[in-house]
């Protein structure tokens, strides 16, 4: 299975984008998922999760109330919609999937830059 995601670019900030990550390759299992972002010179770090099914969401309080992630396992794909988007925000964005217990499956980043 591989993992790709996209739709990064340059945005304005209280502007908004929607970060596409989808699955090929053998999807027969259904992951958790979950997006991750590492800003220049910062440590990788935990943004939102999602369960299977997709009922269960986590986010990280820096992000809770402008960003949703979602799902649709029919196209093998989860999404995160970023609103009200801060320079802060600036980073390359991943996304991962939780097979045994731990995200060890990553995709290649989409760079998110928010200007002020």
């Known amino acids: 299975v591989q993992l790709q995601a996209f739709g990064g670019g340059l945005v304005q900030a209280g502007g908004s984008l929607r970060l596409s990550c989808t699955a090929s390759?053998?999807?027969?299992?259904?992951?958790?998922l979950a997006w991750f972002r590492q800003a220049p010179g910062k440590e990788r770090e935990f943004v939102a999760s999602?369960?299977?099914?997709?009922?269960?969401?986590n986010y990280a309080d820096s992000v809770k109330g402008r960003f949703t992630i979602s799902r649709d396992n029919a196209k093998n794909a989860v999404y995160l919609q970023m609103n009200s988007l801060k320079p802060e925000d600036t980073a390359v964005y991943y996304c991962?999937?939780?097979?045994?217990?731990?995200?060890?499956?990553w995709g290649q980043g989409t760079k998110v830059t928010v200007s002020s």
């Open positions: 390759g053998r999807t027969d299992s259904t992951y958790p």
């Open positions: 991962a999937a939780n097979r045994f217990g731990s995200y060890n499956l």
């Open positions: 999602i369960s299977r099914s997709g009922s269960i969401t």
